[in-house]
T-cell receptor, first 116, second 112 residues
Framework: AQTVTQSQPEMSVQEAETVTLSCTYD???????LFWYKQPPSRQMILVIR??????QNATENRFSVNFQKAAKSFSLKISDSQLGDTAMYFC?????????????FGQGTRLTINP | DGGITQSPKYLFRKEGQNVTLSCEQN?????MYWYRQDPGQGLRLIYY???????QKGDIAEGYSVSREKKESFPLTVTSAQKNPTAFYLC???????????FGSGTRLTVV
């Protein structure tokens, strides 16, 4: 069974600093997708970034980038120049095919606080 | 604007009652999903549906039921058999697996 592990339940940094959130996953599949979702206090789930497993190049979206290490099954999220609005729960997720369906499997989340 | 609408935002249930959470999407997505979120835990899959009139159990389906009579709608019923229903419930949909999910804004269910 696929699992996703986020080893940092909580993190806190000062505004403008860079922060890295860790995520590891376990799968025997070769083709899959990985995602980071953000859940601010409003509790709306927002897609931050996605990574295709067959692409070696790390995905980047403005201040957000990932470090994808396929052999190590690691998928960390780096937030540069952090802003107060980045305060949220962050979930790492793995998309798998199962019986023809596409299911997202989530980690337990990391609560990130950006301090002024 | 296209999106997913969940209602109500807050719901209170008495012991022994069934309640139904609504999820409607106008994105023309084929697949829809229900997740449960508890404090300190990630999202866990309850049920999913890939096409109209078909749905499958997820990891924690006991005490829940769903229907998919229309492509746009995927309501979730929390039955009295669900022993610990207090949680935040999220509905999602997608068309292509490479794009991840689009989520609704959630329903907070509390047993009183």
């Amino acid at each position: 069974a696929q699992t996703v592990t986020q080893s940092q339940p909580e993190m806190s940094v000062q505004e403008a600093e860079t922060v890295t959130l860790s995520c590891t996953y376990d799968t025997s599949e070769n083709n899959y997708y990985l995602f980071w979702y953000k859940q601010p206090p409003s509790r709306q789930m927002i897609l931050v970034i996605r990574q295709e497993a067959y692409k070696q190049q790390n995905a980047t979206e403005n201040r957000f980038s990932v470090n994808f290490q396929k052999a190590a099954k690691s998928f960390s999220l780096k937030i540069s120049d952090s802003q107060l609005g980045d305060t949220a729960m962050y979930f790492c997720a793995f998309m798998k095919h199962d019986m023809g369906a596409q299911k997202l499997v989530f980690g337990q989340g990391t609560r990130l606080t950006i301090n002024p | 604007d296209g999106g997913i609408t969940q209602s109500p935002k807050y719901l209170f249930r008495k012991e022994g009652q069934n309640v139904t959470l609504s999820c409607e999407q106008n994105l023309n997505h084929d697949a829809m999903y229900w997740y449960r979120q508890d404090p300190g835990q990630g999202l866990r899959l309850i049920y999913y549906s890939q096409i109209v009139n078909d749905f499958q159990k997820g990891d924690i389906a006991e005490g829940y039921s769903v229907s998919r009579e229309k492509k746009e709608s995927f309501p979730l019923t929390v039955t009295s058999a669900q022993k610990n229903p207090t949680a935040f419930y999220l509905c999602a949909s997608n068309m292509v697996w490479t794009e991840g999910y689009t989520f609704g804004s959630g329903t907070r269910l509390t047993v009183v």
